[in-house]
């Protein structure tokens, strides 16, 4: 099977520069996260979509922060304008909740350096 | 108090040793539990999943202790390979979202 899958796995911009990133979840799965990963820190959640809707985006900073999920599959999370401390690795993750098990399972991560 | 507390370490132990981390949370309300490994600059992959009194695989053994609102990963007979960060996660009831603690750090030596 497949894992989750993230493009690209490398990013450097300039800050205030705009960078988007890819996710293709893992078949099935209807639940996506995106993960703001700081060195040294655990993953923070920044967005959970069930399916194309967003379950919860309290922890994303809107200002310059998006992400969507069209067609239920893939997803795009976006930065404009990053700042300095955006820089982080973003991991996209993703489950298929039976009851009340859910198990994550994480793509490889796009590691961002904003300059 | 932080939802999801670990100590940073390192812990450096001799291979073949037995190793025990805690990891404590604040949300009494948990539900499911889950130790994450992860390896330098790699993703965090699922090591153990809890979701009533502890689990087992193989030299692995997790056990959560809800009246004291905190799970331990025991590890027995550590391998160079165990050489890693450990995360722990939770997530409340009726949600799936994971909080994550910061990760404890191991090191096997030879």
């Known amino acids: 099977e497949a894992g989750v899958a993230q493009s690209p796995r490398y990013k450097i911009i300039e800050k205030r520069q705009s960078v988007a990133f890819w996710c293709n979840p893992i078949?099935?799965?209807?639940?996506l996260y995106w993960y703001q990963q700081i060195l040294g820190q655990g993953p923070k959640l920044l967005i959970q979509?069930?399916?194309?809707?967003?379950?919860?985006d309290s922890q994303l900073p809107k200002d310059r922060f998006s992400a969507e999920r069209l067609k239920g599959v893939d997803s795009t999370l976006k930065i404009q304008p990053a700042k300095l401390e955006d820089s982080a690795v973003y991991l996209c993750?993703?489950?298929?909740?039976?009851?009340?098990?859910?198990?994550?399972?994480f793509g490889p991560g796009t590691r961002l350096t904003v300059t | 108090r932080k939802e999801v507390e670990q100590d940073p370490g390192p812990f450096n132990v001799p291979e073949g040793a037995t190793v025990a981390f805690n990891c404590t949370y604040s949300?009494?309300?948990?539900?499911?539990f889950f130790w994450y490994r992860q390896d330098c600059r790699k993703e965090p992959k699922l090591l153990m999943s809890?979701?009533?009194s502890g689990n087992e695989d193989g030299r692995f053994t997790a056990q959560l202790n809800r009246a004291s609102q905190y799970i331990s990963l025991l590890i027995r007979d550590s391998k160079l390979s165990d050489s890693a960060t450990y995360l722990c996660?939770?997530?409340?009831?009726?949600?799936?979202?994971?909080?994550f603690g910061k990760g404890t750090k191991l090191s096997v030596i030879p």
């Open positions: 078949s099935g799965h209807a639940t």
């Open positions: 979509f069930q399916n194309n809707g967003v379950v919860d």
């Open positions: 993750a993703s489950s298929a909740e039976q009851g009340y098990v859910s198990e994550q399972y």
């Open positions: 809890v979701y009533s």
């Open positions: 996660a939770n997530s409340g009831a009726g949600s799936y979202q994971l909080t």
């Open positions: 949300n009494s309300a948990s539900q499911s």
